[in-house]
């Protein structure tokens, strides 16, 4: 599975953005997929994880009300970001899992290339 992330950009603190990862494969609704950031001189963190149907996700508690993981049928996880500040600066990175919700990046198989969020203050 190729995984190809989207969206990032350059955003004023309490702004939003919307992140895409696009794959490859129809097999992709049989994977739980997540998304993980790594900000610089920072380990690479869990961010949200949703699962194989759609129906449930999980959170970071750094991020639970301000970002919104989904996923449509045409391959594509979704993470929707609100009131952004300066601390959520990192490379985001989605991520594919042959299992459901799990918040460890060693439990994931499959990575994009990460795409760069910078807020500023």
């Known amino acids: 599975v190729q995984l190809v992330e989207s969206g990032g950009g350059l955003v004023q603190a309490g702004d939003s953005l919307r992140l895409s990862c696009a794959a490859s494969?129809?097999?992709?609704?049989?994977?739980?997929m997540g998304w993980f950031r790594q900000a610089a001189r920072k380990e690479r963190e869990f961010v949200a994880a949703i699962s194989w149907s759609g129906d449930s996700t999980d959170y970071a508690d750094s991020v639970k009300g301000r970002f919104t993981i989904s996923r449509d049928n045409d391959k594509t996880v979704y993470l929707q970001m609100n009131s952004l500040n300066p601390e959520d600066t990192a490379v985001y990175y989605c991520a594919a899992s042959p299992w459901e919700l799990e918040t460890s990046a060693y439990q994931y198989e499959f990575w994009g290339q990460g795409t760069q969020v910078t807020v500023s203050s």
């Open positions: 494969e129809r097999t992709f609704r049989s994977y739980g």
